[in-house]
């Protein structure tokens, strides 16, 4: 007799900050794709508009499908990512796909990207502004554009990842993938964890791939890239390079 093969569980973890808003509608986005096994994991860092009460009530709602991590503080997007990914090992998860909250990653090509992780055997695969077919949001003022080409250019010049899209921060992991790379001492936080993360998944000599997407600007909220941010992620690449880590 055949056994019938189940799906895999994916987790979508999603860090939070001041997101009551966009909040809902990406669970509706990502409910809407009536893919097998989906489950949503809000990782919210005690936002002071409530954005954790709004996740609270939409756990309720969709019965467990969507879980809630509480966190005391906000100490940076790494950390949150590193917190709501062991979450998500921790219960099973074979697929852990990350993204914002923001709307900024389209929740549409979330099957694209789980079906190609399995297709093509990759370690992860990347939701690529970069890439043939990917584009940038249009509202985006040209410096904005220029910085996010250059970032690019530059962490690859020093890193080698051969990644076009290295600081991209909409991905599809394998549950192996993060086991391997040895998630729990991932230590850079703000963009410089997405790069941290591809740097150790290449060292590993594991496949990344990268589909198109367009990278749409924020529907409400205002962005977290702040002058820190940018100057922890000029300096994460040499870190990498020459530092212990990965």
Same mark, same amino acid.
């Given at each position: 007799m055949a056994v019938e093969k189940t799906s895999p569980r994916i987790v979508v973890v999603v860090p939070t900050y001041n997101e009551r808003t966009n909040l809902p509608i990406l669970v509706d986005l990502l409910m809407d794709l009536r893919l097998p096994n989906l489950h949503i994991l809000v990782v919210d860092d005690n936002s002071p508009d409530g954005t954790g009460d709004v996740a609270d009530r939409l756990a309720a709602e969709t019965s467990g499908l969507v879980g809630v991590l509480h966190r005391t503080e906000k100490n940076g997007l790494g950390r949150a990512y590193v917190a709501g990914m062991t979450r998500a090992l921790a219960e099973k998860a074979e697929v852990v796909i990350q993204m914002d909250a923001d709307l900024s990653h389209p929740a549409s090509v979330v099957p694209v990207m789980v079906e190609k992780l399995f297709a093509e055997n990759a370690a992860v695969v990347i939701g690529s502004r970069y890439v043939e077919g990917g584009s940038l949001a249009t509202e985006w003022p040209w410096h904005r554009k220029a910085l996010s080409v250059w970032a690019n250019f530059y962490?690859?010049?020093?890193?080698?990842?051969?990644?076009?899209?290295?600081?991209?921060?909409?991905?599809?992991?394998?549950?192996?993938?993060?086991?391997?790379?040895?998630?729990?001492?991932?230590?850079?936080?703000? $963009?410089?964890?997405?790069?941290?993360?591809? $740097?150790?998944?290449?060292?590993?000599?594991?496949?990344?791939?990268?589909?198109?997407?367009?990278?749409?600007?924020?529907?409400?909220?205002?962005?977290?890239?702040?002058?820190?941010?940018?100057?922890?992620?000029?300096?994460?690449?040499?870190?990498?390079r020459f530092g212990k880590q990965g």
């Amino acid at each position: 007799m055949a056994v019938e093969k189940t799906s895999p569980r994916i987790v979508v973890v999603v860090p939070t900050y001041n997101e009551r808003t966009n909040l809902p509608i990406l669970v509706d986005l990502l409910m809407d794709l009536r893919l097998p096994n989906l489950h949503i994991l809000v990782v919210d860092d005690n936002s002071p508009d409530g954005t954790g009460d709004v996740a609270d009530r939409l756990a309720a709602e969709t019965s467990g499908l969507v879980g809630v991590l509480h966190r005391t503080e906000k100490n940076g997007l790494g950390r949150a990512y590193v917190a709501g990914m062991t979450r998500a090992l921790a219960e099973k998860a074979e697929v852990v796909i990350q993204m914002d909250a923001d709307l900024s990653h389209p929740a549409s090509v979330v099957p694209v990207m789980v079906e190609k992780l399995f297709a093509e055997n990759a370690a992860v695969v990347i939701g690529s502004r970069y890439v043939e077919g990917g584009s940038l949001a249009t509202e985006w003022p040209w410096h904005r554009k220029a910085l996010s080409v250059w970032a690019n250019f530059y962490v690859n010049a020093i890193l080698r990842l051969h990644v076009k899209d290295a600081t991209a921060g909409f991905k599809a992991w394998r549950a192996d993938t993060l086991k391997s790379i040895d998630l729990p001492t991932v230590r850079s936080n703000g $963009y410089s964890f997405q790069v941290e993360m591809n $740097y150790r998944t290449v060292r590993r000599g594991l496949r990344i791939v990268e589909v198109p997407i367009r990278f749409e600007e924020r529907v409400n909220g205002e962005s977290k890239l702040g002058l820190r941010v940018q100057i922890e992620s000029a300096v994460a690449p040499w870190k990498l390079r020459f530092g212990k880590q990965g």
